[in-house]
């Protein structure tokens, strides 16, 4: 039935290939999709026969099961066209690789994205997530953003109704899938906007751990009014403005003494505590005893509950 519906779908497809962790059981079933259209299907299919369906991009955000998943994924690919459009926006499909809307939009002298320079992952990915770093977000340039909701209705959203917050979106929040989406950005020096690119890309190299497979920060962000007094003084010259006063994760996790830690070839990196790495043959199972671990650690040393960024795919 599904392979004479989605001619492209495949059967148990280790999902490990398909993510930054390099870690993941198979999907019961795969479909790469290269078109909207093909993307439209595959969901509504599902849908009547009752299959659970998961769209997903780069797949820089994930841990995935070593049972796999069951029902059918989804891989956005759709990646182009980028185009420029009038009065200096660009419009990108959700598959585009972020990064190729980056250098898009700086080849045409076009300021507003660069701050993202070595962000991981798909346009799409990136809105529904509100990715953010450097002080920036994706919502800061977003005018519209065209989607499909939970009654396959397509939908056209402006930047107010696409409820971004912290990480969030109305689309991560309803569980919508982003088509496209368009962004107004400013004309710049394009030698200048290279150079802005370039440092980010060079600042991750030296301080993220990426000689080793992983999904980026594990947790999200502390904000200071969410910490005890005690501790807002404790860790007043670690604060960051990014995009509201925040505590980075990582200290807690360094002054919970865990840093380094190992379970099986998971290891909480040295470089970048907020970030667990993929020794080579991790497992689910070993990064989500890390995870634990800095959960209780942290709460009782702290009294917080860290809150994850990466999301756990069973
Ligand atoms: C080395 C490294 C550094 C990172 N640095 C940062 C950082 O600085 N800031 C930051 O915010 N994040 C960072 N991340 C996390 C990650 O890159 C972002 O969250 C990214 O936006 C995820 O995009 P993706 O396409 O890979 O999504 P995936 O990992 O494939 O999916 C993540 C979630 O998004 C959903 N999704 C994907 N595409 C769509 C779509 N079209 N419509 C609806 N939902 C969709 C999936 O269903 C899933 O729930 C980093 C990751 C890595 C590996």
Do not use: C
Request: hydrophobic share 40%; aromatic share 8%; no cysteine.
């Amino acid at each position: 039935m599904l392979k004479k519906e989605l001619p492209g779908v495949k059967k148990q497809v280790p999902l490990a290939a398909h993510t930054t962790f390099n870690i993941g059981g198979p999907a019961e079933y795969f479909l790469p999709a290269t078109t909207q259209k093909e993307i439209l299907r595959a969901i509504k299919t599902a849908k009547k026969i009752k299959l659970p369906v998961f769209v997903m991009g780069g797949g820089s955000n994930l841990l995935v099961s070593d049972s796999g998943v069951r029902g059918l994924v989804v891989k956005n690919q759709v990646t182009s066209p980028v185009v420029l459009k009038k009065n200096n926006v660009v419009e990108a499909p959700a598959g585009a690789v972020l990064g190729k809307v980056i250098d898009f939009s700086i080849s045409k002298s076009l300021q507003g994205l660069e701050w993202a320079g070595g962000l991981p992952g798909t346009f799409g990915g990136g809105i529904r997530g509100n990715a953010g770093a450097f002080g920036g977000e994706m919502k800061d340039t977003i005018v519209s953003v065209r989607a499909l909701d939970d009654q396959f209705n397509l939908r056209k959203l402006s930047n107010g109704e696409s409820g971004f917050s912290y990480r969030s979106s109305i689309f991560k929040r309803k569980n919508w899938v982003v088509l496209s989406a368009q962004v107004k950005l400013k004309k710049g020096n394009k030698k200048k906007l290279k150079e802005i690119s370039n440092s980010r890309k060079d600042y991750r190299k030296e301080k993220h751990p990426l000689e080793y497979p992983n999904a980026g920060s594990v947790f999200k962000n502390v904000a200071v009014k969410d910490l005890a007094p005690i501790f807002q003084s404790e860790f007043a010259d670690k604060v960051k403005q990014d995009p509201f006063p925040i505590v980075p994760a990582a200290w807690f996790i360094i002054g919970a003494g865990l840093a380094g830690k190992k379970v099986g070839r998971a290891q909480i990196s040295q470089k970048h505590s907020n970030y667990i790495v993929n020794l080579g043959g991790a497992k689910a199972k070993d990064v989500l005893a890390l995870i634990d671990m800095v959960k209780n650690n942290v709460k009782n040393k702290y009294g917080i509950v860290l809150e994850m960024e990466v999301q756990y795919l069973e």
